[in-house]
């Protein structure tokens, strides 16, 4: 083996390695009332003990109500800025469009962090079979 495959071996395993290391994380929201506060500050807990982690979190049915512009949790406080600090730090944030279609619900009506899957369990589905952990809070 030349040098220059063993260099290109090297960093191949090395970029591996590094991949392995990270983890894969999806949260799981279908109920704002009951999950949309202890989830945020999961995802938050999460990044504090492990910066690299990514993590998704897709909202379907009742769950993509904390991701709508002007959302409060019960007690009167916004989602807004949680989701915003998540936000830059990495987090990803995607509502289901068969939820919008179904509640009647318009894109325009949800925060401009929020991204759009065509369908929030075949989202989940893909990212577990891809490796993701999953986390319902």
């Known amino acids: 083996?030349?040098?220059?495959?063993?260099?290109?071996?090297?960093?191949?395993a090395c970029t591996t390695l590094g991949a392995w290391a990270q983890d894969v994380v999806v949260y799981h929201f279908d109920n704002t009332a009951a999950q949309a506060l202890k989830g945020l500050r999961n995802m938050r807990n999460h990044l504090d003990v492990d910066p690299n982690a990514k993590i998704v979190a897709v909202a379907h049915a009742e769950g993509v109500d904390f991701l709508m512009e002007g959302a409060k949790d019960a007690n009167g406080s916004p989602y807004a800025g949680l989701i915003a600090a998540l936000v830059a730090r990495g987090v990803k944030f995607e509502v289901c469009e068969i939820t919008l279609r179904n509640r009647n619900l318009k894109r325009e009506q949800f925060l401009q962090e929020a991204e759009f899957t065509p369908s929030g369990v075949v989202r989940i589905a893909r990212l577990q079979k891809a490796g993701a952990a999953y986390i319902k809070p």
């Open 1 to 12: 083996m030349s040098l220059r495959s063993f260099v290109a071996a090297l960093a191949l």
